[in-house]
């Protein structure tokens, strides 16, 4: 008999996962067709990036990230989760870093062609393959969830494109927000038993962290080359 | 043979007839079944199968979900259910509550049990008002201090309110087998009516010193957790074991659920268990386990040593 009972993860996790899944659900019955509106707000910020204008592009996020944090954390998330209005404010602070490019700081208007195919690869999968995951799980359309709709296909397109667009120590801070909510986002999957999904977000922010430390690494070798030739 | 119907049989009869009538859903089982009641503080008793709201009565302000848990709610009253558990840490949960008793009525069967909880902020008395709006009742049953956060401040103010007739009873919480040498000490010190602790077959720790100290004072005993989170049931169900043949013939075991809520529910300290549900065929199945025979004191070590055994 194991007498030494222990929290486990799913204890902290305030609903079942039919009702979190209903709550993606309902957010896609509430303001369909927007997600028309948000995906070609997303494809056109890649086009932008891949036309080097990243100044613009960034900005073009910025809308995103307000949105999800009211509609879907404050309105909706927040009846269940305490957590829902503190990850709201955090959600509005990535819009105000993401519309501080409009000063310039830390654009990359030129990424290097490997930064650049893992970015933009990083960003598709958040804007087209991850609104296929949920109505092929289960059956519903209004399950999709959608770039500048749902929080974790805001936060993988946003990283992919993060890539792109940023570099040096900005690239890092504007990072922490999106990879931290798909950490805790792949968590609480990952309590609620629906491991697919949890197993595709820990596999896209491995792949983001992987592109932020690659782009990192790529950048400071350029520095030593410059070192050189002055 | 005589064929005519005594007075009490004509009765019964009438009962079965009206509540066939009324409750078309029912299978027959709960008509000729009742759930068993457990004696609690003064004289009176609570149905042995309550009804937990963690995680399942989290829906917010979603239409289709609130519902379905008040269909949840419908049943559990029409097969005789009475303890409903909530606390202000389950999010909407006390809200559902309110939903549900608005579209049903609040049935004299009704024993509301609500917690205090420091994180929720505010004082208990200023918790309890809110709890209060949001289940739309004018007076709660049962107030508990959540998992003893700050037990000492609350306990004393929710006894000012029992005094003061604002709530019928006070208790106390705790869950996973935690802080149980503090909940003894209030246990044995204070005066309580209700303890809520976690038990169930696999975990018994409480058996050692929580229960006896219970009955000894007269403690109403709530198990939270009687299928560990799910894990117990949902293990034993995806094992696709028959039921071992013995607890068919000793206390008439029908399922996994039957099998678990009965040994919660058979040991005498215990007044009520509280399974979390949010479907109403789940619930048929836990109300079941507090109808008919019970198993003996050696039928439980049994139960015991199987379940070890897988």
Redesign the interface.
């Known amino acids: 008999m194991s007498n030494g009972l222990s929290y486990s993860l799913q204890d902290f996790i305030p609903f079942t996962a039919d009702i979190y899944f209903r709550l993606l659900e309902r957010m896609g019955e509430t303001y369909w067709p927007l997600h028309l509106l948000m995906l070609i707000l997303g494809l056109v910020t890649c086009w932008l990036a891949w036309k080097h204008r990243a100044r613009l592009a960034a900005v073009l996020i910025a809308p995103a990230w307000g949105f999800v944090a009211y509609a879907f954390f404050m309105q909706l998330y927040a009846e269940l989760n305490w957590a829902g209005g503190y990850i709201a404010y955090f959600f509005f602070t990535q819009a105000i870093l993401l519309l501080m490019a409009l000063t310039g700081i830390g654009l990359d208007s030129r990424p290097r062609k490997g930064a650049f195919a893992l970015g933009i690869a990083i960003a598709f999968s958040g804007l087209l393959v991850m609104p296929f995951i949920g109505p092929l799980s289960s059956g519903s359309w209004f399950q999709a969830e959608v770039f500048g709709v749902h929080p974790d296909p805001t936060a993988v397109t946003t990283l992919g494109l993060v890539v792109l667009l940023f570099r040096g120590w900005y690239l890092w801070l504007i990072a922490i927000i999106p990879a931290l909510w798909l950490l805790y986002s792949g968590l609480t999957l990952w309590a609620l038993e629906a491991t697919p999904a949890a197993m595709v977000i820990f596999v896209l922010l491995g792949t983001a962290m992987m592109g932020l430390v690659c782009k990192s690494f790529g950048y400071s070798l350029v520095t030593q080359d410059n070192t050189h030739d002055g | 043979m005589n064929s005519r119907f005594t007075r009490r049989q004509s009765l019964k009869m009438l009962g079965v007839g009206l509540a066939a009538t009324l409750f078309p859903s029912i299978p027959s089982f709960a008509i000729d079944r009742e759930l068993l009641r457990k004696p609690y503080s003064d004289n009176k008793t609570l149905p042995v199968i309550g009804l937990g709201t963690?995680?399942?009565f989290?829906?917010?302000?979603?239409t289709?979900?609130l519902d379905a848990r008040t269909e949840v709610v419908k049943a559990f009253f029409e097969l005789g259910g009475g303890l409903i558990d909530s606390s202000p840490?389950?999010?909407?949960a006390p809200d559902v509550m309110g939903y549900a008793l608005q579209q049903l009525g609040v049935p004299d069967s009704l024993f509301s049990a609500e917690k205090v909880w420091s994180?929720a902020g505010g004082s208990a008395v200023e918790q309890v008002a809110e709890l209060l709006g949001r289940w739309n009742l004018e007076q709660f049953d049962l107030v508990q201090v959540h998992n003893l956060r700050d037990w000492r401040e609350h306990l004393a103010a929710l006894r000012e309110m029992k005094q003061a007739g604002l709530i019928r009873h006070i208790g106390i919480t705790t869950?996973?087998?935690?802080r149980h040498q503090e909940f003894e000490q209030i246990m044995a010190s204070k005066d309580i009516d209700f303890a809520q602790l976690?038990y169930n077959i696999?975990?018994?720790?409480v058996e050692n010193r929580l229960l006896p100290l219970a009955q000894d004072r007269g403690i109403a005993v709530i198990a939270n957790r009687p299928y560990d989170?799910g894990r117990l049931i949902k293990g034993l169900k995806s094992r696709d074991e028959a039921l071992p043949e013995w607890a068919v013939e000793e206390f008439g075991c029908t399922s996994w659920a039957d099998f678990l809520l009965k040994f919660i529910v058979s040991h005498p300290a215990l007044t009520c268990a509280i399974p979390a549900t949010?479907q109403v065929v789940h619930l048929r199945e836990n109300m079941r386990a507090g109808m008919g025979a019970m198993p003996s004191a050696n039928t439980r070590q049994k139960m015991?040593k199987y379940i070890?055994s897988l």
């Open positions: 963690w995680q399942t989290n829906v917010g302000s979603d289709r979900l840490m389950y999010g909407s994180p869950s996973h087998g935690r976690t696999t975990h018994r720790e989170g949010m015991v070890e």
